[in-house]
């Protein structure tokens, strides 16, 4: 997204390799974080079938393979396009792996407050590779991915709240067993979120189409957040997980497509 919303002259190979670069630190980060928590995932029913919890492969192969993929995608990203994209990357594998996954997530149930951070670095990645410097147009991208994860993930957290209870998270949903800090948390993010997706098209990211392609998406979110305020089941958190899973890939298409 950073890389293909950007006006510079970079070319589509060069895009297609920054692009994949930066996945492949994403697929590092994921890769060290089921090495961490291998012993948990076994306890858990929605992480059970991992490849290390069945003996796939062993933790050992995972650690060298996540370490040798970082190494390789953080030098790779540092010579087929800047330092900052390639620092950006290092950093956000850092985080992800030491502050949200070895730190925050059995310490507090606002990990996810915090750890959002990493998660919500990519397309700045793709934007300081595409231009070589940040700027209030990588901080928008940043902002909407940043607040997005959090009425997704407290959706996973309430349909799944046992499974982290026995996998010892210090989750918001196995804390809040009514669900009422939860609920406003989401209405609270969903009413957030649709404030940032509006930023691209107040600076001239995007234009009018785009705004109000964000507006009715937006609403969409805060609907279904309302929605399990009113009746907090894992249906109605079902429903939420299924509109952010829609609302993000069509922000997006919809963001590239109708840059200024």
Request: net charge positive; aromatic share 12%.
């Amino acid at each position: 997204v950073g890389l293909l919303t950007s006006n510079s002259n970079i070319g589509i190979i060069d895009a297609m390799i920054g692009i994949t670069l930066v996945a492949l630190g994403a697929g590092a980060a994921g890769c060290l974080n089921m090495w961490y928590e291998s012993d948990l995932d076994a306890l858990m029913t929605r992480t059970c079938l991992r490849p290390i919890p069945t003996g796939k492969i062993n933790r050992n192969q995972a650690l060298t393979f996540g370490v040798l993929l970082s190494v390789i995608s953080v030098v790779a990203l540092n010579y087929f396009s800047n330092f900052l994209s390639a620092s950006l990357l290092l950093f956000t594998i850092f985080f992800y792996l030491f502050v949200y996954t070895i730190w925050l997530k059995r310490k507090t149930p606002q990990n996810i407050v915090i750890g959002g951070a990493a998660g919500a670095l990519p397309p700045v990645g793709g934007w300081t590779a595409a231009t070589g410097s940040l700027g209030g147009e990588a901080l928008a991208l940043f902002a909407i991915l940043f607040v997005w994860q959090f009425p997704h993930f407290f959706a996973i957290a309430w349909m799944y709240r046992e499974d982290y209870a026995r996998g010892g998270y210090r989750m918001l949903s196995v804390e809040d067993p009514q669900g009422d800090r939860t609920a406003h948390q989401m209405i609270l993010y969903s009413l957030v979120l649709l404030s940032c997706s509006l930023m691209p098209a107040l600076i001239g990211l995007s234009g009018p189409i785009y705004f109000g392609v964000a507006v009715l998406l937006g609403a969409l979110i805060l609907l279904k957040s309302l929605a399990f305020a009113k009746n907090r089941t894992d249906e109605h958190a079902r429903r939420l997980l299924h509109a952010t899973l829609i609302y993000l890939p069509v922000l997006w298409v919809v963001m590239v497509w109708d840059k200024v």
